[in-house]
């Protein structure tokens, strides 16, 4: 054997010793199954290690969860966690976590309370269902990174130190809402000191008093393809809040919107091709409409399914493209 190929034979078994090493050194994820491994899922979280999957089977567990390790966690029959009335129910408080196909309940009477309390970033929310939280069903708070998928929060109610929220988002950025839905709270979506978050295809109906909250500063968020009706006095309500995009929503309110503070946001974006929310051709601005039928006055002449005039909201917020049948 030449010195060459000594080195590269030399070289090759370093490197083989050190993939054997290091295969040898990581740690397939593990399935925790609840009740049958553990009867509580905190002690299920407890003795998991990062990247481990605890699948919790149906039924009902009367605990409050704190989820520290990056962790999934799936839900098998919509199992209910129950806080009883104290405390969030399940907080997310490490990065990286799924938590899918759980129903959440009783979290607690103050307002920083939560159904689903999610603290820390880049997390996944899916099929989750968030009803009788005392605080906000889900709520992010100083957290970014975030994707919220087919999540419903339902009936969350006015607790002693306020709240009644269904999705909240408290000075939060970059995170993604898609496909909610939520109603019968007192405000259905709200985004305090809240930026750069993306809100799509998302229900915000029947809520009292409002669909749809953007207040504190919560500027460059973009809202398309959302619906926010029949809400009990305010369809969006929106509170010092700038430069956001808000388009191919439907509003059906009977006040569908209000302002309070000076407010400039974009309410349409250039016409373009494309199949809006009320099923026309053209992608424009907003339909807004109320529940008796009535809506602002709209002639289309063309017809293209775009009003030939714009609808002011007011002198600093304008859809210069409202949609019409």
């Known amino acids: 054997m030449n010195k060459i190929n000594g080195i590269i034979y ?177 405000c259905g979506i709200s985004l305090a000191g809240s930026n750069n978050n993306e809100l799509s295809d998302n229900n915000a109906n029947s809520n009292s008093p409002y669909g749809i909250y953007l207040q504190q500063s919560s500027n460059n968020n973009t809202l398309i393809g959302n619906n926010a009706n029949l809400n009990g006095v305010v369809g969006i309500f929106m509170g010092n809040t700038n430069n956001n995009l808000i388009y191919n929503n439907i509003f059906n309110n009977t006040n569908n919107i209000q302002f309070m503070n000076p407010n400039i946001n974009n309410w349409n974006i250039t016409k373009q091709s494309g199949t809006n929310i009320i099923g026309g051709h053209y992608l424009g601005g907003n339909f807004w409409v109320r529940p008796n039928g009535y809506g602002p006055k709209c002639i289309d002449s063309e017809p293209d399914g775009i009003c030939d005039l714009p609808y002011e909201l007011n002198s600093n917020n304008i859809d210069f493209l409202p949609l019409t049948y």
Not at 176 to 183: D, S
């Open 10 to 186: 030399v070289f090759l078994i370093v490197v083989g010793i050190t993939i054997l090493i290091l295969l040898g050194n990581v740690k397939s994820a593990r399935t925790i199954v609840v009740p049958d491994d553990y009867a509580k899922i905190q002690w299920a979280i407890d003795n998991a290690t990062s990247g481990d999957i605890i699948e919790v089977h149906n039924g009902t567990y009367y605990e409050i969860v704190n989820v520290n390790k990056q962790l999934t966690l799936l839900g098998i029959g919509m199992p209910v966690v129950d806080a009883r009335g104290s405390g969030s129910t399940i907080t997310l408080a490490a990065d990286g976590i799924k938590l899918e196909g759980f129903s959440v309940t009783g979290a607690g009477d103050y307002y920083l309370e939560a159904g689903v309390n999610v603290i820390s970033n880049s997390n996944t929310l899916i099929s989750n269902y968030a009803s009788s939280n005392y605080g906000s069903g889900i709520a992010l708070r100083y957290c970014n990174n975030n994707t919220l998928i087919g999540n419903t929060a339902s009936d969350n109610m006015q607790g002693i130190g306020g709240g009644g929220y269904g999705i909240s988002l408290w000075y939060s950025s970059n995170n993604t809402l898609t496909h909610n839905n939520a109603w019968g709270n007192k």
